[in-house]
């Protein structure tokens, strides 16, 4: 073997190996998985992450052969989280203006129609336009977009405010008389007075806040490009499997 057909062979050997280098150093990228306590789309069943969007990024990892775990956390953090480190997803998370350059976007997954919602018992509570609500306590889950996009677009005073951790844990204060009108995705509203055992019709809408928005599965901007390009194409081949069909038959009817 002649010394130039020596050398071919040693630098073929060096491209293939660098390239299985680089795809094993995208394969082995850590992805963290972040959402919050939103049922149907996404909560926690006896120590289980489950749900509609859940199911739906589970579906979507497998299908890229990328594994982590769903992480259910307040939503304050996990959007802390996914704002600040490379290589996180979040979700279900509302694409706005606001958001728009802070992440990579991956979806929609589901609509969204927001309401704010008071007990239907409540006959007191006469609520016609926004600026009505600002005559009662209204409950807002912190950090949520519907919360932010809310005391954005209108002047509410503080004293009109009541913060919550969570969705469950802001319509629990409802139901005991802590506040008097939440604002409330229509699914995770239904969803959580079942769960307490309540009829779902005990609530009213008396406004509805935004109907033009979806949600998403996002990734924080400085996030490896391969990785995003993984998941954004597992997701539109779970998309044409039919499989985003099931998933609302299953948790949102």
Known sequence: MSFYVSRLICQRIIIVCAFALAACSAFATELTVVTEELPPLNYEDHGVATGYSTELIEAVLREAKIKSTVNILPWARAYQMATTQPNTLIFSTTRNADREELFEWIGPI??????????????????KTVADSFHYKIGLVREMASAKTFLKNNNVPDTAIDYAPTAESNLKKLLVGRIDLIISLDWSAAYQMKKEKRNPNELEPMLVLDDKSSYYFALNKQSDPVLVRKIRKAFEKVKQSGLMDRLRNKYMH
Do not use: A, C, F
Not at 113 to 126: A, C, G, H, N, P
């Open 110 to 127: 589901s609509s969204r129609q927001i309401y704010l919602y008071k007990l239907k018992s409540r006959t007191d509570i006469e609520v």
